[in-house]
């Protein structure tokens, strides 16, 4: 499923989610739902340890052989008690908002486990948005049929949480936090017309 103009579009996003960490420096970093690994290619800042992690290790298990300063380990993102407080430089978070039962726990939980100083940088999708629904109709519907499977099936199961509820969540969790965000591809039009937005949160505490 992404390969082609999905795999760069994909691709792509990574790449936007570390453009502000290039060529910096951090002792211990955090990925939560991290799902094949996909994210840790595009990483460019320098680390002293980074931990992928999801609730599904079997996902994980799949991925290529680890730099030593990298480990894979089983974790809800829901529930981060595994970890100290104030422990890692930056929690990342790729698609995954969407996905929880209970996101507001999860964000505290990121918040916690992040120094003062620290940042966490999420990737949402503009849920329930045309553009996004035009772009699953037309381009990944017709690609899942190829592969036997129900692309909107999948999505619709999957994804609870829509967009303007994921937003309203962010801003009232991190309400004290110094935070940047930005739409894609069209960062001046409403979500409607655009597939994801990028949320870097410097964390205040």
Same mark, same amino acid.
């Given at each position: 499923?992404?390969? /082609?103009? %999905? /795999?760069?579009? &994909? #691709?792509?996003?990574?790449? @936007?989610? +570390? $453009? ?7 002792? #211990?970093?955090? +990925?939560?739902?991290? /799902?094949? /690994? ?14 992928? &992690? ?5 996902? !994980?298990?799949?991925?290529?052989? @680890? ?7 089983? !974790?809800?993102?829901?529930?981060? &008690?595994?970890? =100290?407080?104030?422990?890692?430089? $930056? *929690?990342? %978070? ?5 996905? !929880? ?5 999860? @964000?505290?939980?990121?918040?916690? %486990? %992040? ?16 553009? @996004? ?7 990944? *519907?017709?690609? &899942? ?32 936090? =110094? ?27």
């Amino acid at each position: 499923m992404y390969t /082609g103009f %999905v /795999g760069i579009y &994909s #691709k792509l996003a990574h790449l @936007l989610m +570390e $453009r502000p960490y290039n060529k910096k420096s951090f002792d #211990k970093i955090l +990925e939560v739902g991290a /799902g094949h /690994g996909e994210h840790l290619s595009s990483v460019r800042c320098d680390f002293e340890e980074y931990i992928q &992690s999801d609730i599904d290790i079997k996902l !994980l298990k799949i991925t290529k052989k @680890l730099p030593r300063n990298v480990k894979n380990i089983s !974790l809800d993102a829901q529930d981060l &008690s595994v970890f =100290k407080d104030n422990e890692f430089d $930056r *929690v990342i %978070v790729t698609c995954l908002l969407a996905h !929880l039962d209970n996101p507001r726990a999860a @964000l505290i939980e990121w918040q916690r %486990v %992040v120094k003062n100083g620290g940042f966490i940088t999420l990737y949402i999708p503009t849920e329930m948005g045309l553009l @996004l629904r035009l772009a699953r109709r037309f381009i990944m *519907v017709p690609k &899942s049929r190829k592969h036997g499977q129900d692309h909107m099936r999948v999505v619709n199961m999957d994804h609870r949480n829509h967009y303007p509820y994921m937003k309203a969540l962010l801003e009232d969790t991190y309400s004290s936090n =110094k935070v940047i965000k930005n739409l894609y591809p069209f960062p001046k039009l409403t979500y409607d017309f655009n597939l994801f937005e990028i949320w870097q949160i410097k964390v205040n505490k």
